[in-house]
């Protein structure tokens, strides 16, 4: 599990084309899900949003991926985004399946209501 200052601060998770969103945290402020939001086209083919995701949070042996995090969904955006949710494993696995659908509802509620271009 990662803290949230650490991640939104750390040079060890920067990422220069996507957008990082903490959705959930736990008293102590560390993530319980996150999510990630790029360009999908810059029109003349995938975007630099696209080749940073491909290389760092969707590869599982990324130093830029938060070790024991999983993709929970992934979806489409107005204004040619796209983004990812990703949640800390074993919290997952702790919540029972009214839970987590309950949970992933609430955070693509809330993905969609960040900014005006979601």
Known sequence: M??????????????SFIEKHVIKKDKNDNILVFGAVYHISDGSGFSKGVVEMNQTLW??????????????????????RAGTLFVERDWYYSIG???????????????????TTI
Do not use: D, W
Request: hydrophobic share 30%; net charge positive; with cysteine.
């Open 2 to 15: 990662i803290n949230e200052t650490t991640f939104l601060t750390s040079t060890n998770y920067v990422l």
């Open 59 to 80: 590869n599982p042996e990324s130093s830029k991926r938060p070790k024991g995090y999983l993709i929970i969904n992934h979806f489409e955006l107005a204004g040619n």
């Open 97 to 115: 399946h009214k839970m987590k659908e309950r949970i992933e509802q609430e955070c693509l509620l809330k993905m969609n209501k960040k900014g």
